[in-house]
């Protein structure tokens, strides 16, 4: 069932009428409304790559007991040093378990997705349900949270319907409760449940409006044109690359960060609030900057579950110990951050997926915020001008690195690429590409238009557009809505309303 | 305390660190920082700051960093 179909709204709003039917008396069994549609929403969608799904919320479940079972052990044992070797058991043992259920779902995850040997279509959402259930068990590993008790509340916790597809990953300290419905009342967790709140729903239904407008207005329609030059590049030249290349970025981030207003929004529906994934990337000053915008989610799970753990282990330890003696401190952290953002940009190109072109973009990635340490320009220039410049470069920056990721092959990748650069002619930039990409421009460009608009009402007010509506009056918001609304309606690209893009990764 | 702040203003010279306690929520302080503050602290206290301090609440302020110093030294 996708975000995007009829089905989609009557089964959410079948979904909230039931949860906010149930009594007060009985809030702590309303989390079981969303468990039951999450399930049955995944079944829909793909009712025989369940088994992954259920391993994955199972093996997570009982290794997190099991640690902390051990970690309460360790404490019983306390520090004296006639329990030293039962303590060093103990430890062993914890590591063990960890690494054995990391190893299990990383495991399943690379044999499906990266190994010819399945011919099956993917479990959905694979990528974004393991990574935030390893988040979640390395929590627990390191003793900054405690094992989910409650094997119910835990499967909700991984298969929340509306992120399960796409994110946002979501973090067990600030989702779990949520889910659950409990609050903290004199330091002692209550559950209260969620009670329907009209404006928050108006909220979400905002969010989800917004989304369908970005999806339907602006990545369909780009996206129609970036399929048609992607299926025959070779009849185009490098001019048409450039175009499609800028269309890919409407494409991608209406695709993306519209899923991500829907997902955001569905959930708000509930009363639940999601962690935010984007945060107007093309404003970004840097490729720093810009990761720290764009897909926030996965780039905050690899900073704390890859980039510092690597950054603090003894390998790396020793190596930029010597290093510090002959490049100094500074040069040492540089060193150090160097390595550990290559690598991590290359497993963000794995993430996407297999092929040489997601190892290039990683490279691409880690290779610019790497020299971007080096020379200090990741942060805005205090100079209006500098600074728009700056933002100017990392948009094309950010351009440049599509060309991995539209295109079906690297090879393909870099011819395109090449030919953008080596085949532009100006003079063919005229309405004769609108029609050789059968497209209207105007349509495209209205949408864009709005979504400039809206974002530069946020990037200056440094506030969401949906909390700086909430100051209008009623009619007025009516109005947008309907203006919105009617915009979706009219200006979607009828019958060709594709998949989301994030969906297959 | 004052060898701490000491430690954070080498790495960082233009921040209150005395004061400040939203050095991680404000974005005063990036990645890159953090890691030269934790091979500082680590050289300076003979300790080993591991992944999993590595949290806003840790990194706020001085006074969580320090307190964080004096919990590792002790473990």
Redesign the interface.
């Known amino acids: 069932m996708s975000f995007t179909s009829i089905a989609y709204l009557l089964f959410t709003a079948g979904c909230a009428v039931i949860y906010y039917l149930i009594p007060r008396r009985a809030a702590r069994y309303q989390y079981f409304v969303l468990l039951i549609f999450s399930y049955v929403f995944y079944l829909l969608n793909g009712p025989a790559l369940i088994f992954f799904l259920l391993f994955t919320t199972f093996s997570t479940f009982f290794a997190a007991r099991l640690l902390d079972r051990l970690e309460d052990g360790l404490k019983q044992l306390g520090r004296g040093a006639e329990n030293k070797a039962r303590r060093k058991e103990i430890r062993k043992k914890k590591k063990a378990v960890f690494i054995l259920c990391l190893v299990l779902n990383f495991g399943v995850l690379f044999f499906l997705k990266y190994l010819d040997v399945w011919t099956w279509a993917l479990p959905l959402g694979i990528s974004f349900y393991t990574f935030q259930s390893m988040g979640y068990l390395i929590d627990v590993y390191w003793g900054r949270t405690r094992a989910e008790q409650h094997p119910t509340r835990f499967m909700l916790f991984v298969s929340f319907f509306p992120q399960i597809l796409q994110g946002p990953i979501g973090r067990y300290e600030r989702l779990m409760l949520q889910l659950a419905g409990e609050t903290e009342v004199d330091g002692k967790m209550v559950c209260t449940g969620h009670r329907l709140d009209l404006v928050q729903v108006e909220h979400g239904a905002q969010r989800m409006l917004w989304g369908y407008f970005l999806k339907f207005v602006i990545a369909d329609r780009a996206g129609a044109a970036v399929s048609l030059v992607n299926s025959n590049y070779l009849e185009y030249s490098g001019t048409y690359y450039a175009v499609t290349a800028l269309l890919y970025a409407a494409q991608l981030y209406g695709d993306f960060a519209g899923g991500m207003d829907v997902v955001i929004g569905t959930a708000e529906i509930f009363g639940i609030h999601l962690d935010e994934n984007f945060k107007r990337p093309y404003f970004s000053c840097s490729i720093t900057d810009f990761w720290h915008r764009w897909h926030i989610t996965l780039g905050t799970w690899m900073k704390d579950y890859v980039f510092y753990p690597m950054t603090v282990s003894s390998w790396m330890r020793k190596l930029t110990k010597g290093a510090k003696k002959h490049i100094g401190r500074k040069g040492a952290a540089i060193l150090q951050a160097t390595i550990a953002n290559i690598l991590v940009f290359l497993l963000v190109g794995i993430w996407h997926g297999k092929g040489g072109k997601y190892l290039v973009y990683g490279l691409y990635n880690g290779v610019i915020i790497s020299l971007e340490a080096l020379l200090g320009t990741a942060h805005p220039s205090q100079n209006r001008v500098l600074h728009l410049l700056q933002v100017l470069v990392t948009f094309i920056l950010v351009t440049i690195s599509w060309y991995w990721d539209f295109p079906t092959t690297l090879s393909q990748s870099n011819y395109m690429l090449t030919h953008a650069f080596t085949d532009f002619h100006l003079n063919e930039i005229t309405g004769q590409i609108f029609v050789d990409l059968h497209f209207t421009p105007g349509i495209l460009a209205f949408g864009c238009l709005v979504l400039m608009v809206k974002s530069l009402l946020e990037e200056i007010r440094q506030k969401s557009i949906f909390e700086q509506m909430d100051a209008l009056p009623r009619p007025a918001r009516w109005a947008v809505y309907y203006g919105v609304m009617f915009s979706v309606l009219i200006f979607q690209n009828n019958g060709l309303a594709s998949g989301f893009i994030y969906a297959q990764f | 305390m004052d060898e701490l702040i000491q430690i954070l203003s080498d790495?960082k010279d233009d921040v209150d660190f005395a004061n400040c306690t939203t050095l991680i929520d404000d974005g005063i302080l990036?990645?890159?920082d953090i890691?030269?503050i934790?091979?500082?602290l680590?050289d300076a206290y003979d300790i080993?700051?591991?992944?999993?301090e590595?949290?806003p609440a840790n990194f706020n302020s001085a006074k969580a960093l320090y307190a964080m110093v004096k919990r590792l030294q002790d473990a």
């Open positions: 790495v990036n990645s890159f890691l030269q934790i091979s500082e680590n080993s700051i591991p992944a999993s590595i949290v």
